[in-house]
Structure formats: C-alpha cells, structure tokens
C-alpha cells in the first residue's frame, strides 16, 4: 500500500503511514501466533516450545490481534504446560528411591506371653545404609502436594495428551507413593514421641 502510494506519488500523513504500520504488525504477528498454534503438538512439547508459545501470545496482544485467537493459543499454553508438569512430576516420582518397608509384627493372641527372662537374645541386625531422600522431598508435605497434582492433572489425560503407558507408569507409582507416605507419617509421628518422651524424662531428672 505504502509503495502504491509513493510509485503514484500520493501523500500519506504521519497518522495514515502509523495505521499502516500497526496493521502489518499485528497481521504479522497473527500470522506467527496462528502458524505455531497449528504446528506445534502437545504430546512431548518441550519447556522451549512452551515459552515460545507463550512470547508469540505476548506479541500478539501487544499488536492487538483479535482475541478469538489468544484465547486459543491461552488454551493450548494452558495444556502444554499441564503435559510438561505431569511429566516433570513423574520423573521425581520414578527417581525417588524405592524403599523396603519392615514387615508388619504379626501378634498371635493364642500365643502365651514370654517372660523378659526367657526371651532369647536376638543378634543385632546389620546397620542399614540411610535411606536417602531427594531434596525436593524433603518436607513430606512437598510430597503429598505432588501427589495431589499428578491425580489433579490425570482427571482429564486426553485434553493434555497422556497416553496410556504414561497413565500406567502414574498409576504404579501413585500407589508406591500412597504407601511412602503412609511410612513417612509414621516416622515423624515416632521421631515426635520419642522426642516428647526423652523431654519429659529430662525434666523428670532435674527433679
């Protein structure tokens, strides 16, 4: 348009050539929004991909395109970056070490109680290795608010595109998890009492 106008010699104003502009930017960047948005699949998307998406979106509204398709694109960001944090969360789930729960103390009613002095002398078990937990599990409560996302994010697989191997390696490992977690309130529910139980001891002694 603006070559149009020169070749035929045609005045244009600051406010005509300023329209020109701004409309060529945003077809642009429709152009570009669009085009990523179609070609892009969810399935596998990686960080870079999303924060591509995520800039041609910005560009966008700053050129004013039409919001019919920032909407759209705002939906598939949305869907790229649940798919990449259910993926994410997996990975910590099946990096967690796998631990070997003790065996329940199954007690026989019928069985008559031993005395202390009859019991036998059992021999001290070999010191296990210290059971080493990740960094971001540290706090159990980081645990359980991972959990509760994976099961969050796996209520609709279809929409972000999780496949069925996916939803099975989630489901396995949700279950380990269930009984990790069990386990770990245990712990800090002993390591609590025998904290209280030494505490109170202490002020037994001062006595």
Known sequence: MVREASRKKIKMTVAILTEVNDCTKRLLAERNLRLYVDS?????????????????????????????????????L?????????????????????????????????????????????????????????????????????????????KKPEEIMLDKDFLDKVGTQLARFKKEIAYRKQLEAEAKAAAEAKALARKKKKK
Not at 95 to 105: D, H, L
Not at 136 to 148: F, N, S, T
Request: glycine share 2%; aromatic share 6%; net charge neutral.
């Open 40 to 76: 892009t699949p969810i399935e596998g998307v990686t960080e870079e991909q999303r924060n591509e998406l995520a800039e041609r979106i910005t560009k966008a509204k700053e050129n004013k395109v039409r919001e019919e398709y920032t909407d759209e694109a705002d939906i598939v």
């Open 78 to 154: 949305d869907k790229m970056t649940r798919h990449i944090r259910a993926r994410q969360i997996l990975e910590r789930f099946e990096a967690y070490p796998v631990r070997n729960y003790p065996e329940p103390e199954v007690i026989d009613p019928k069985k008559k109680k031993v005395k202390k002095e009859e019991k036998k002398v059992v021999k001290k078990r070999k010191k296990e290795p210290p059971f080493l937990i990740p960094d971001w599990a540290g706090d159990l409560a980081e645990v359980i608010k991972e959990v509760d996302a994976m099961n969050a994010l796996i």
